[in-house]
């Protein structure tokens, strides 16, 4: 089998150099956003806009998101220990799930306040809603530079731009509705802008909730086919079978396999799991891999996988 040292972890200094700059970048992106979510706050407040209101609140949800993001970082690089032999790889995981929820409560928040607003429409000063949303528009235009290059990489970094990009399009509607309130003065386009705003943060939550549950649950991860790797194995020269196979991620960059196979029993053990390994790393890109080679089937291997 593979050896594993539970105890030390080999990290590469660019894969350092990579997670530092990462937490750099979120923490100015944090830092950008509690500020002018105070602002916007205000401003939606003096000026009456519920769109802007709104926006406030989803920055609040932009800067936990952020912060669980940059606790998740953290997290991922402690060393791993005999008791937490992953150690804490998955608190991306749990920190996408959070932000999802989050996401679903403030879009079900807005619909209940747009809703109120479309029956009595309450007066908007078009004027400090333009000027507050233009700015909203490119505090979130930075953040969204600052973090793509990383999204790839980690759950709750991705989680963080879908919080700042779905704003993003909420400053867009926010400037578009400050204009048609300025030229018609017609307020009712606030709280339907909110329903929009509403809508995208609806589908970005119940994205991220979808893929951050079924990661919980150790569901095979969407980037690897569990049936190929099957019919990868069950191929495999001196394989005869497949007595057990689990695949699972730990985070977003790391997918693990554990399998119990049959071989043939003249087969040099050592020689085939080493060739084994090699072809499955190649192949799929695992992260770990702990496999077991014999040469008769336990009794509680299945006839068939």
């Known amino acids: 089998m593979q050896p594993h040292d539970p105890g030390h972890r080999h990290e590469n200094p660019a894969a350092a150099r990579n997670v530092g700059e990462q937490q750099r970048r979120l923490g100015l992106i944090l830092l950008l956003t509690l500020t002018f979510m105070v602002v916007e706050a205000a401003g939606g407040v003096i000026s009456g806009s519920l769109a802007l209101l709104a926006d406030a609140g989803h920055m609040l949800s932009d ?19 005999l008791r937490r032999t992953f150690g804490f790889r998955r608190a991306e995981f749990l920190a996408a799930f959070v932000n999802a929820i989050a996401l679903v409560a403030l879009a079900v928040w807005i619909v209940f306040e747009a809703v ?69 003065g017609w307020t ?21 909730l979808y893929d951050s549950a079924n990661l919980l649950m150790d569901r095979v991860p ?27 991620g730990v985070s977003s960059s790391e997918t693990m396999l554990t399998a119990h196979l ?33 040469s008769q089937p336990h009794a509680s291997c299945p006839e068939a996988w």
């Open 63 to 81: 800067a936990s998101a952020i912060l669980l993001a940059l606790g998740a970082v953290w997290l991922s690089r402690q060393e791993t220990t």
């Open 222 to 248: 969407k980037e690897i086919d569990a049936e190929e790797v099957r019919r990868f194995l069950t191929a495999y020269p001196d394989v005869q079978q497949i007595c057990d196979l689990h695949i699972w």
């Open 262 to 294: 049959v071989v043939q029993p003249q087969v040099d053990r050592d020689a085939l799991l080493h060739r084994l390994l090699a072809a499955l790393q190649q192949r799929f890109e695992l992260a770990h891999m702990t496999v077991q080679l014999e």
């Open 116 to 184: 109120e607003r479309m029956a009595a429409p309450r007066p908007v000063l078009g004027g400090l809603m333009l000027a507050v949303a233009t700015a909203g528009l490119v505090v979130n235009l930075v953040g969204i530079l600052l973090l793509r290059r990383h999204a790839a990489s980690s759950l709750s970094i991705k989680s963080a731009l879908w919080h700042l990009s779905g704003d993003l399009l909420g400053s867009i509607g926010a400037v578009s509705a400050a204009v048609v309130i300025q030229l018609t």
């Open 188 to 208: 009712r386009i606030d709280p339907l802008l909110s329903l929009a705003i509403a809508a995208l943060i609806g589908a970005a939550g119940g994205r991220i």
